[in-house]
């Protein structure tokens, strides 16, 4: 079965970086495209990125543009985020979830979360 | 940016009653090529992810109960749950992916 584990959150201090990472299993992770999604404590779900099945396509929601990267390693069937210059509006509840083919339309698999918490 | 706007906020009905939910965007999600509309819906329980229920404004997804369904076109839609079960207590949210991807803010559906 399709399975998303994410990983990389904790409690970071404002103006940091961070490194999130999404593993998949028990689908051709080459063949998905995935995403970024984000839940801030008691709040609604905002989207943050999708990357393309080679990594080739690339979108960012304009509120983490220049601060956030996205990129995957398709032999390790893992997605990765990258996070710069923490922001305490940047805690919440890290998604990753799987596109339902190669285009960037809904998400039919997501992951428990990782939480990140921004805090001095 | 395509807003997506959600209503009512929360939404109280009594076991076995319909619950409706709102979705409204900020232009039309409706591509004449294909004569599809870019919207999907999902369920989240409490201390879970979401979980997808439609797809196109109206295909269920494979294992989705035939009690909700989906409705709209252009820029305003509808999930109905036709017959509200206590497992069905859960926030919704509509999605767009015409353009990138936007949610909107929610509906809390809860017991009465």
């Known amino acids: 079965q399709v399975q998303l584990v994410e990983s990389g959150g904790g409690v970071v201090q404002p103006g940091r970086s961070l490194r999130l990472s999404c593993v998949a299993s028990?689908?051709?992770?080459?063949?998905?495209?995935m995403h970024w999604v984000r839940q801030a404590p008691g709040k609604g779900l905002e989207w943050l990125a999708f990357?393309?099945?080679?990594?080739?396509?690339?979108y960012y929601a304009e509120s983490v543009k220049g601060r956030f990267t996205g990129s995957r390693d398709n032999s390790k069937n893992t997605m990765f985020l990258h996070v710069d210059s923490l922001r305490a509006e940047d805690t919440a509840l890290y998604y990753c979830?799987?596109?339902?083919?190669?285009?960037?339309?809904?998400?039919?698999?997501w992951g428990q979360g990782t939480l990140v918490t921004v805090s001095s | 940016d395509i807003v997506m706007t959600q209503s009512p906020e929360s939404l109280t009905v009594s076991l076995g009653e319909r619950a409706t939910i709102n979705c409204k965007s900020s232009?039309?999600?409706?591509?004449?090529?294909?004569?599809?509309?870019?919207l999907a819906w999902y369920q989240q329980k409490p201390g879970q992810p979401p979980k997808l229920l439609i797809y196109?404004?109206?295909t269920r997804e494979s294992g989705v109960p035939d009690r909700f369904s989906g409705s709209g076109s252009g820029t305003d839609f509808t999930l109905t749950i036709s017959s509200l079960q206590a497992e069905d207590v859960a926030v919704y949210y509509c999605?767009?992916?015409?353009?990138?991807?936007?949610f909107g803010g929610g509906t809390k559906v809860e017991i009465k």
């Open positions: 979830a799987r596109d339902q083919f190669r285009s960037s339309y809904w998400l039919d698999h």
């Open positions: 028990g689908f051709d992770f080459s063949n998905y495209g």
């Open positions: 990357i393309s099945y080679d990594a080739s396509i690339i």
């Open positions: 232009q039309s999600l409706l591509y004449t090529s294909n004569n599809k509309n870019y």
């Open positions: 196109w404004a109206s």
């Open positions: 999605q767009q992916y015409y353009n990138l991807l936007t």
